[in-house]
């Protein structure tokens, strides 16, 4: 069974940091793709960063570029997001996703096949 399980959420004031993990089980973590997607109240899953197989290529939103930073460590199958700079809009619950396509970075919800139960991120003003 796979399991995706996120840490590292919580309250935070504008300007400061997080860092979010994902520890991965039930399947082989270093073949497949990861992403880390958000959902604020009564908007949409959206895309925040993805990161392939090898760790050698990254794709951020528009929004996140500059601020955070996506990695992972296929040793310990763990993946994680180094949010930065943080702004009240980037309060959300932040799901970890997987892909089977280990060189995929699609910012759309449907090209992974494994989620996360999410971490809830609240930036205070």
């Known amino acids: 069974q796979v399991q995706l399980v996120e840490s590292g959420g919580g309250l935070v004031q504008a300007g400061g940091s997080l860092r979010l993990a994902c520890a991965a089980s039930?399947?082989?973590?270093?073949?497949?793709?990861m992403a880390w997607f958000r959902q604020a109240p009564g908007k949409e899953r959206a895309f925040v960063a993805a990161?392939?197989?090898?760790?050698?290529?990254?794709s951020f939103a528009d929004s996140v570029k500059g601020r955070f930073t996506i990695s992972r460590d296929n040793a310990k199958s763990t993946v994680y997001l180094q949010m930065n700079s943080l702004k009240p809009e980037d309060t959300a619950v932040y799901y970890c996703?997987?892909?089977?396509?280990?060189?995929?970075?699609?910012?759309?919800?449907?090209?992974?096949?494994?989620w996360g139960q999410g971490t809830q991120v609240t930036v205070s003003s």
């Open positions: 996703a997987a892909s089977r396509g280990g060189n995929t970075m699609v910012a759309l919800t449907t090209y992974y096949d494994y």
């Open positions: 039930g399947r082989t973590f270093s073949t497949d793709a």
């Open positions: 990161i392939n197989w090898s760790g050698d290529s990254t």
